[in-house]
């Protein structure tokens, strides 16, 4: 065989070489985005069943506000504020009596107060 012949062929198995690894690779590359499409799903499912999961343990874990007991401190709470006096004036900050108009007065006349 002349050297001409044996270039040739090593030339043309190089190339026969590198299109089984440029399609080997290629076939890699389908199999990774279609694994990676497969966990996304999975992914997803599991996030829905997660979800359902939830839902059911709130379900059955649901609690009621006590609506009596609530009304029943709203008026303890009006009948011993402000020394017993209570009702809609007795607040924390003023107290049964309010505000006194002297302690709003910054020291001149205006018309805003009158």
């Known amino acids: 065989m002349s050297f001409a012949v044996v270039a040739t062929v090593a030339t043309v198995a ?3 070489n590198t299109v ?3 399609n080997a690779a290629k076939d890699a590359e389908r199999a990774n985005q279609q694994a990676m499409g497969m966990q996304r ?3 997803a499912e599991n996030r829905r069943q997660m979800g359902m ?3 059911e343990f709130n379900k059955r874990n649901a ?3 006590d609506a009596a007991n609530m009304i029943a401190q709203a008026q ?3 009948k011993t504020a402000g020394g017993g006096m209570g009702g809609a004036g007795s607040t924390m900050l003023t107290g049964p009596s309010g505000v ?3 302690a709003l007065s910054i020291g001149r006349n205006t018309l805003l107060g009158m």
């Open 20 to 22: 089984n690894s440029i």
């Open 14 to 16: 190089t190339v026969v």
């Open 53 to 55: 999961q939830e839902m």
């Open 100 to 102: 006194d108009p002297a």
């Open 76 to 78: 303890q709470a009006a």
């Open 41 to 43: 799903e999975a992914q």
């Open 63 to 65: 609690r009621a506000p």
